[in-house]
């Protein structure tokens, strides 16, 4: 039974030209899908509908999430609907928040969804015993907790912040768009050893990179290909493998 179901799904930037153009996606609980493709081909925007920003309108189609509570119509569904029901979008460019400490900001986000889901919000104390075993999880330090959120954060450290908070809100399934753009082989590792970490049999995983690199640490199920708002082609992780080889272009000539 799939968790996500995407079907035939076609959207804009409000008043703009199309740029999803018609995207299938069945993902099962438990297994990571890879979204590869150049730039410009509409990955970003494919996460972003999903998740409900504001900025893009759905012309077609569906994307039905199943929860425990049954399946939910997601494109009906608020931003903050989704998230109670389990999606997670981890950001390209995690947004700075000068004058907040990250804990603070953890709780917070951690005690929104905690609340959402129909538990008492957990005072700092208990709180700290459940991020203490995050960070022990992530092997990050606690020092990197009391700093302003993610201001003077190197590119690696703003990309682990956004694998913590995946730790702390247990997405059903998370959407993780670019956590490896401008990432040194250190931190590129350190990244993915905590996505890999986070994996449940109940979870799912979506990753969405320009390049095959990250795939060196994670191994998808599946590895699907888009191009101009649709994906043009499917495959197992050797697909990822072929990209490194041969690059877009032979894919893209292919299938035109
Ligand atoms: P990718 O993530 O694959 O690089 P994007 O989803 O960011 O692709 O972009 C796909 C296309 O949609 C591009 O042509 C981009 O310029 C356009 N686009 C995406 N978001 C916006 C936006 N908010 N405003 C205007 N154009 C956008
Ligand atoms: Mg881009
Ligand atoms: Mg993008």
Same mark, same amino acid.
């Given at each position: 039974?799939?968790m996500?179901?995407?079907?035939?799904? $076609?959207?804009?930037?409000?008043?703009?030209?199309p740029?999803?153009?018609?995207?299938?996606?069945?993902?099962?609980?438990?297994?990571?899908?890879?979204?590869?493709?150049?730039?410009? @081909?509409?990955?970003?925007?494919? @996460?972003?509908?999903?998740?409900?920003?504001?900025?893009?309108?759905v012309?077609?189609? @569906?994307?039905?999430?199943? !929860?425990?509570?049954? @399946?939910?119509?997601?494109?009906?569904?608020?931003?903050?609907? %989704?998230?109670?029901?389990?999606?997670?979008?981890?950001?390209?460019?995690?947004?700075?928040?000068?004058?907040?400490?990250?804990?603070?900001?953890?709780?917070?986000?951690?005690? !929104?969804?905690?609340?959402?889901?129909g538990?008492?919000?957990?005072?700092p104390?208990?709180?700290?015993?459940?991020?203490?075993?995050?960070?022990?999880?992530?092997?990050?330090? %606690?020092?990197? /907790?009391q700093?302003?959120?993610?201001?003077?954060?190197?590119?690696?450290?703003?990309?682990?912040?956004? /694998?913590?908070?995946?730790?702390?809100?247990?997405?059903?399934?998370?959407?993780?768009?670019?956590?490896?753009?401008?990432?040194?082989?250190?931190a590129l $590792?350190?990244?993915?050893?905590g996505?890999?970490?986070?994996?449940?049999?109940?979870?799912?995983?979506?990753?969405?990179?320009?390049?095959?690199?990250?795939?060196d640490?994670?191994?998808?199920?599946?590895?699907?290909?888009?191009?101009?708002?649709?994906?043009?082609?499917?495959?197992?992780?050797?697909?990822?493998?072929?990209?490194?080889?041969?690059?877009?272009d032979?894919?893209?000539?292919?299938?035109?």
């Amino acid at each position: 039974n799939a968790m996500l179901k995407i079907e035939q799904l $076609k959207a804009r930037v409000k008043d703009g030209p199309p740029i999803l153009k018609g995207i299938d996606l069945e993902i099962l609980p438990g297994e990571m899908h890879a979204v590869m493709g150049p730039n410009g @081909s509409g990955k970003s925007t494919l @996460s972003r509908v999903i998740a409900g920003h504001p900025d893009y309108e759905v012309t077609g189609g @569906s994307v039905t999430l199943q !929860t425990p509570d049954g @399946s939910i119509d997601l494109l009906d569904a608020e931003p903050h609907e %989704r998230a109670r029901a389990g999606l997670f979008l981890g950001f390209q460019y995690p947004m700075e928040v000068p004058g907040v400490s990250n804990r603070t900001f953890l709780r917070a986000a951690f005690n !929104t969804i905690h609340r959402a889901r129909g538990r008492m919000p957990l005072d700092p104390l208990e709180f700290d015993r459940i991020l203490q075993d995050k960070l022990e999880l992530l092997g990050i330090s %606690r020092e990197f /907790i009391q700093r302003p959120v993610n201001v003077d954060f190197s590119g690696g450290e703003k990309k682990r912040n956004e /694998i913590l908070q995946m730790a702390l809100l247990e997405p059903r399934l998370a959407l993780l768009d670019e956590i490896d753009s401008g990432l040194d082989v250190d931190a590129l $590792k350190a990244v993915a050893e905590g996505v890999s970490k986070l994996r449940t049999p109940d979870n799912a995983v979506v990753l969405i990179t320009h390049y095959q690199r990250l795939l060196d640490y994670l191994t998808p199920d599946h590895v699907h290909i888009m191009s101009d708002g649709v994906f043009i082609r499917s495959g197992g992780s050797d697909l990822a493998l072929e990209i490194e080889e041969r690059g877009y272009d032979w894919i893209l000539n292919s299938a035109a």
